[in-house]
Each structure stands twice: as C-alpha cells, then as structure tokens.
C-alpha cells in the first residue's frame, strides 16, 4: 500500500486533467502527434533538437518515459539528421617517432604541472625518457621556468651524456 501512494503522489487533478505535478500528463495514444506538433511542424517545433524538444514538452506534458522517447524519435528525423552539422576536424597528419638504434640518442621531456603542493613546495613534475632503452628519469619541480628544467637536463647531460635529439612540446 506504501509502494502504491508513493507511486501515486506526483498525480492531481486540475480543471478535470490528471496532471504530474503541474503539467498534464498524457495518454499513450496522444504521445505520436505531441511529437509531430512539437517538433516536425514548422509552426510550432522546427527541428530544434533533442534538448529544445524535451524542454518544450516538459514544460507542458508529462508521460512515463519521455525523455527516452523523445530522444529515439530525434535520432530517428530524417530531416534533422539531414541538417546535423557533420564533426569535421581539420588535424595534422600524424607521424610515428622512429625508434633510434642506440641509447640516448632520442630522448623525450615533458613537465607535469599543477599537482597538489608537497611540504617541499614542490607542483609540478619534469620527466625525460629514452626512446630506445626507455629508460626514464623525473624529478620534482616548485615551477616550470626555463631554469629549473634546464638544471634537470643538465644534470641528466652530466650523469648521461649528451643526447642526439631532444623532443619536447614546449
């Protein structure tokens, strides 16, 4: 009994409509043509899309499952499905990094930033690996000026030698 005035609660009857809430709530067979009026019909829907649809309806119409509904039935328009702006991405080509033939001769940098503060006020990570051993090494950083990642490479030099190329995003 709880289970069903739990259920029931949401319902009331305005002006002689069964209302959910305060919008009416409408019957299966109404459904169809709610859709076609409020998003196929150029006077009153247009083909605005899934959340324009949805927000027309919700503000005057209630049934079970709506929003699922009305989505499938948006995916579904040929028309809108016409008029959807195609995704186009205008990216580079990418090119693979070739694996060198000897230790450090590739090596890669790249600084982590904006990390939780430690209590040495260290934030930010600087991390450089060997394309061919994949040997890496990293070290904390307070910032990532130009200075302190040079202090690491040039360690990285001293305890290493000197790389043939260095790639890095910066």
Not at 96 to 112: F, Q, R
Not at 126 to 149: G, I, M, N, Q, R
Request: hydrophobic fraction near 35%; glycine fraction near 6%.
């Amino acid at each position: 009994m709880a289970n069903f005035r739990r259920l029931v609660k949401p319902f009331n009857v305005k002006n002689g409509a069964l209302c959910h809430g305060d919008v009416e709530a409408v019957t299966r067979d109404r459904v169809p043509g709610m859709l076609l009026a409020c998003h196929d019909d150029p006077a009153t829907g247009g083909h605005f899309g899934r959340d324009k649809t949805y927000k027309k309806i919700q503000a005057r119409y209630w049934w079970k499952g709506m929003k699922t509904e009305i989505e499938e039935y948006i995916q579904n328009c040929d028309k809108c499905f016409e008029h959807k702006p195609k995704l186009t991405t205008d990216r580079p080509e990418l090119h693979p990094i070739p694996v060198p033939s000897k230790a450090w001769s590739l090596v890669g940098i790249d600084c982590i930033t904006n990390l939780p503060e430690t209590a040495r006020g260290n934030k930010n990570i600087c991390a450089a690996s060997d394309h061919f051993s994949k040997w890496t090494e990293a070290v904390a950083l307070p910032d990532k000026y130009a200075a302190s990642v040079c202090d690491f490479v040039y360690k990285l030099i001293l305890r290493h030698g000197c790389m043939d190329t260095l790639i890095s995003d910066q």
